[in-house]
């Protein structure tokens, strides 16, 4: 990574020297001896706002002041607006009606003036803690993706490149424009960058920016806000926070952090907040004005109903007028285009030690693909992405190069498999919403019998973390720095809080997340759950596409000495699970049983691939008798471009846990229970898989190694 930022950083100035003879580079030296407020104040064109840095608090329990903060040591990340950006501010306020003049004296209230000038500071800053900086070279490469690290109003500030070249162009954040020259200033306490307008991002929700659509009758997305109202989904898309959990966590009834017993030094802490999030894909409203012959602002829901009743869409869904129910032809229609995760440009489809990614760059190896559970009646969504595919689809399933020689490419697509393509958000303004994306969509967006059939037809891989929507809503699932707080998460026991929806965590169950930043681990994603203690963990599982048998497969790589044995329990009743089979020895893996006392041969009949594939093959055959498979060939078993192939691996496995038929409108749930008693050995848990008879058992193709 830091050879790449020097990379970028020589492009700059070669880029400039090109461009001029004489180099103006008086606005980018170092100021290690002065601190950002330092800076500040004797630089002009920021006294409004080194002002109102010494009237705002840093916070409601704190009379030091954000004057002072950026005068201690730290790392500071700061975009300051100038002069003319604050009072080009309050001239927009003032011409919204807001404010009865373009002046900090023309708020109506004290109160309400108090409140903006705290907007304009908190979203200004982020606070780096020990380490964290922010350089434009540090941004995210991806469109509208957003920094990691929140600033001091607890959100995410949106990265937008307006020109082609983003690395020496213009810079946006929350749709503030950065100077292209007086940016990157190193001071003793952080970097500050000036803004040529006021950085904020909305507090708009999903929910109320759709019915703001439909009041104001504005075009664009108006046809998807109806449909979404007539569903009555408008309140729900305004949740943003769980006021319960912050009130328990708050009135201390949930421990900081929880310590380990034995195995690792970590400390593992619990979730400050509980955020609710969405994710829409939307047809736009020049989609629905060709498909139905009207103006975007004539078409209603019932003209959207008749369209879907004359295309045949759902055929065995109800055709009442009750919108509110998910058996309903609209409910279903509109509920699949939802998911209860707010899902930015940068995490539709995460990449991390898939074979041939590059982690510096953001350049794409073999294809990859993310499995999501709709809102509504729940239905699975497909999200890929590809070195081919140019952008992230919906649905989309190509024809790979899958051969045991094959390097698992796009070779071509369908037209009617080549899914749908996700456009670019526009997350300015009031757009920039506090819980939710909106993609612009150009076809219609259905669960229909080909795609069930595509779904079922193929092998589906899922990160167990993937499943839990508050691991994406908290910035937890693979959070990309080193933070202490998101990479050690500890999930509280149900009795203190259900943290997790559809799932159940016992009272003597400690149960961790790791997102091994950096650790090297031979794990998909890099991440895993770590569940200690007498575990007993139930949770619910995504739905199937189609009916049919079912193997559910479980990842283990035995690396580690610690592991337990579980029973897994399957079903339909949480409550009532029945036992799968004898209890499974995490210790074995396809070459050895690894315990903490001693190491033996497992005599599963794991054997290094041959340049023989048809013996290669039988000794697939050989394994899966026994119960295993190899690691999936698309995998690295260690971090980002480093450690082998994990079908090379032989510590990494798949389990065939389960085989049982499975349909698509059931909801089944699977439990891990130890059958030691011994709190120091622990579950680990990776990805899961659903692989279909029609996959694993097809006489014409089979399954691939990938």
């Not at 315990?595 to 899966?624: C, Q």
């Not at 295993?628 to 192939?645: C, R």
């Amino acid at each position: 990574m830091r050879i790449y930022r020097i990379f970028c950083c020589m492009l700059i100035l070669a880029a400039v020297w090109s461009c001029t003879e004489e180099v103006d580079i008086s606005s980018r030296y170092v100021f290690r001896e002065k601190t950002i407020m330092d800076y500040l104040d004797s630089h002009e064109q920021y006294s409004e706002y080194a002002r109102l840095l010494g009237l705002v608090p840093v916070s409601k329990a704190s009379e030091t002041t954000l004057r002072q903060l950026l005068s201690a040591r730290g790392h500071y990340t700061v975009f300051a607006p100038t002069n003319d950006a604050i009072q080009a501010f309050l001239d927009t306020l003032c011409a919204q009606g807001l404010i009865a003049s373009p002046s900090w004296e023309g708020f109506p209230s004290e109160h309400k003036r108090d409140s903006m000038e705290k907007v304009i500071v908190y979203n200004s800053i982020i606070d780096g803690g020990d380490e964290i900086l922010y350089h434009t070279y540090d941004f995210p490469v991806r469109q509208d993706a957003e920094i990691p690290t929140a600033n001091m109003y607890d959100r995410k500030l949106t990265v937008h490149y307006p020109e082609e070249d983003s690395i020496i162009g213009r810079i946006q954040i929350c749709g503030a424009s950065l100077d292209e020259r007086n940016r990157d200033i190193i001071l003793l306490n952080g970097v500050m960058h000036a803004a040529h307008g006021v950085v904020r991002p909305s507090d708009n929700t999903l929910g109320q920016l759709l019915f703001d659509i439909v009041e104001k009758r504005r075009e664009g997305f108006y046809v998807a806000a109806q449909l979404v109202q007539a569903v009555g989904l408008i309140d729900s898309l305004q949740q943003y926070q769980d006021e319960a959990y912050e009130r328990t966590y708050l009135s201390g009834q949930l421990p900081v952090f929880v310590r380990p017993t034995a195995g690792t030094i970590n400390d593992f802490y619990t979730p400050e907040h509980r955020y609710y999030g969405y994710t829409f894909f939307a047809e736009t409203d020049s989609l629905w004005s060709a498909l139905l012959g009207k103006e975007p602002l004539q078409i209603t829901v019932d003209d959207v109903v008749d369209y879907l009743n004359a295309q045949s869409i759902y055929p065995d869904a109800a055709r009442d007028r009750n919108y509110h129910s998910e058996d309903n032809l609209l409910n279903r229609f509109v509920t699949y285009h939802l998911l209860p995760e707010r899902l930015t440009t940068d995490r539709l489809v995460l990449h991390y030690n898939e074979v041939g990614y590059n982690a510096s760059d953001g350049r794409l190896g073999v294809p990859m693909s993310e499995y999501y559970t709709s809102m509504g009646k729940r239905r699975l969504m497909k999200l890929y992405e590809s070195a081919e595919s140019g952008g992230v689809f919906i649905n989309r399933f190509p024809r790979l190069d899958n051969g045991r020689r094959g390097t698992y490419h796009e070779l071509s697509c369908e037209a009617a498999k080549e899914g749908i393509r996700i456009g670019a958000p526009d997350v300015s303004g009031e757009n920039s919403l506090r819980n939710g994306m909106i993609y612009p969509i150009d076809r219609l967006l259905l669960f229909d019998s080909a795609t069930r059939q595509n779904l079922m037809k193929e092998r589906i891989r899922f990160d167990v973390a993937s499943i839990f929507p508050e691991f994406t809503n908290n910035d937890f699932r693979m959070h990309p720095l080193y933070d202490y707080k998101k990479e050690n998460v500890y999930i509280p026991t149900s009795s203190q809080y259900p943290y997790l929806d559809g799932a159940y965590v016992g009272d003597e169950t400690t149960f961790f997340y790791w997102t091994g930043l950096g650790r090297g681990w031979p794990n998909y994603d890099g991440d895993e759950l770590n569940i200690r203690g007498i575990q007993d963990v139930t949770f619910r599982l995504p739905p199937v596409p189609m009916r049919s048998t079912y193997e559910i497969r479980y990842a283990i790589s035995n690396v580690g000495v610690m592991r337990g044995i579980v029973q897994f329990y399957w079903g339909k009743d949480p409550d009532n699970l029945p036992p799968m089979g004898i209890p499974l020895d995490l210790r074995i893996g396809p070459l050895e049983v690894r315990t903490a006392h001693v190491i033996y041969p497992s005599k599963m009949g794991w054997e290094p691939d041959t340049d023989d594939d048809d013996y290669n093959a039988e000794m697939d055959k050989f394994l899966r008798n026994n119960g295993f498979m190899k690691g999936a060939a698309v995998q690295l078993a260690g971090g980002p471009g480093s450690g082998t192939n994990a079908r090379v691996s032989e510590h990494n496995s798949r389990r065939i846990i389960i085989r049982q038929t499975m349909d698509p409108d059931e909801t089944y749930y699977i439990r891990f229970k130890t059958v030691m008693d011994d709190p120091t050995r622990y579950l680990y848990i990776d990805y899961l898989e659903y692989c279909a008879k029609e996959v694993y058992d097809n006489p014409e193709t089979p399954e691939d190694i990938w």
